[in-house]
């Protein structure tokens, strides 16, 4: 026997977040020699769970002599490429992926893939929502819940609904989805792409590189983005476009308020006022998910009551409550200006809009036209709203600065009267004053309760 046969291939983990942990859980399951570092603190959470697995790592540094003898280096997302170790490893020519691409090597299931710049959480929460209603074996995972390769190391399943990041999508190899979506795609991240749109758009597009005509792209017709790359850029999958503006023979289109769903001369409708997610970026999200579903051969009744008891996802358009007839609505995942227009464009009542945090280089000018006729009064909720003041100031007659929550759900209680809405829909990351969006978010509802 050759005794190399029996050396362990050595994975080093980089970065112990959700992804990294999941990853030294399936790769230890698989025989691997694992290594975790991470150059910031780990957690307790995540610390026990390296120790009971017997794992090695550690933290507040990377250690060169343990990271560049390595086989395979999984990196956690949140790590750009051009920091020095990584430039090292790949200058060795050690393979750097994502786990994405670590857990696909280990699972057989039917995988649907889900990007976008906006809208993948609700749409990957709606497709695990039909498939699970309609009997099927699935787990949810990637950017939501837990991660793809603890979800494969712990219960394998036979279909994965999966939202992916961009981040993620970068360290793909052979990965490959058999139903890729992408929702839209619009300038965000612009910093780990060189400031370069098209490089953003073509990450995006990483999801069906390896597709082949046995495999599935859906995507938003309506998105000049997607359609003028896709020109260029051809792929192997079958196309199943959806629009809300034209007519589309072989995907989704909304008539006269019917979604229409038409694969291989098979067709599914229902009545878009029945849904129980509101907006028309909704409508969207769900002819997206009930393509994918029609696709794995979900019944169409199923379908339908799925998507009318679906309760949606926390933190984007989220109906708080309602205080002497005035809708408190927390929009706090809406992190870039894009989202936010979504949000203002739902609005159908005089709106008190909570915006700010921390700007992304972000551009308001699209919004214009929906504040100019939708927004009562702007309260900005940030440590510098210089930006936000200076691109609404004259088009709406009420702009106050604030610099906590409990402040700003204060204001807006004065400011709103019947009949009226309260919309947190930031815009911008929330670093400058929280943890996080959901941080955000669950400090306005905490507020919301204290009136």
């Given amino acids: 026997m050759n ?24 790769g230890k399951k698989e025989g691997f ?51 020095p170790l990584v430039k090292k490893l790949k200058e060795k020519k050690i393979p750097v992926i994502s786990e994405i691409e670590f857990a696909s090597g280990y699972t057989q299931a039917t995988v649907v893939g889900i990007t976008g710049s906006n809208g993948k959480t609700t749409t990957t929460m709606l497709t695990n929502h039909i498939l699970k209603e309609g009997g099927l074996n699935v787990g949810m995972a990637g950017n939501i819940g837990d991660s793809f390769a603890q979800m494969v190391a712990a219960s394998d399943k036979e279909n994965f609904v999966l939202e992916i990041s961009s981040f993620q999508l970068d360290g793909i190899v052979d990965f490959k989805p058999h139903i890729a979506i992408i929702t839209n795609i619009t300038p965000d991240h612009l910093d780990r792409y060189d400031n370069k749109f098209e490089n953003y758009i073509a990450s995006k597009f990483r999801i069906a590189m390896n597709q082949t005509e046995e495999d599935y792209l859906i995507y938003d017709a309506d998105d000049k983005v997607i359609t003028e790359w896709l020109q260029s850029h051809p792929v192997k ?11 589309i023979e072989n995907g989704a289109y909304l008539k006269e308020n019917n979604i229409i769903i038409n694969i291989a001369n098979e067709q599914f409708t229902m009545p878009a006022d029945t849904l129980a997610l509101e907006g028309k970026h909704n409508i969207k999200n769900t002819m997206a998910a009930s393509t994918a579903a029609q696709l794995l051969q979900i019944r169409k009744q199923t379908i339908r009551e799925s998507l009318e008891n679906f309760h949606g996802v926390e933190h984007r358009l989220e109906k708080v409550l309602k205080i002497f007839n005035v809708q408190y609505i927390n929009d706090s995942k809406a992190t870039n200006v894009n989202a936010t227009f979504y949000a203002l464009d739902s609005m159908t009542v005089p709106t008190i809009w909570i915006v700010g945090g921390q700007d992304k280089g972000n551009d308001y000018t699209p919004l214009l036209p929906l504040v100019r006729e939708k927004v009562k009064a702007i309260i900005c909720l940030g440590i510098d709203n210089t930006k936000i003041v200076k691109s609404f100031g004259n088009i709406v007659d009420l702009v106050v600065e604030t610099t906590d929550m409990d402040e700003a759900v204060r204001m807006a209680y004065k400011i709103a009267e019947r009949n009226e809405a309260v919309l947190l829909s930031p815009a911008c990351a929330s670093f400058d004053l929280f943890e996080n969006y959901e941080d955000r978010g669950r400090q306005f509802k905490a507020a919301i309760r204290k009136l």
């Fill in 3 to 26: 005794p190399k046969s029996k050396i362990k291939k050595r994975l080093v983990v980089l970065g112990a977040g959700e992804s990294g942990v999941g990853t030294t859980i399936l």
């Fill in 33 to 83: 020699e694992v290594f975790v570092s991470d150059k910031g603190t780990i957690t307790d959470h995540y610390k026990n769970v390296l120790i009971n697995f017997e794992i090695e790592w550690e933290e507040g540094q990377h250690t060169e002599a343990k990271i560049l003898n390595a086989d395979l280096v999984m990196k956690s997302p949140g790590i750009p490429d051009t920091v």
């Fill in 237 to 247: 999958s079958k196309l199943l476009p959806f629009s809300v503006e034209k007519e």
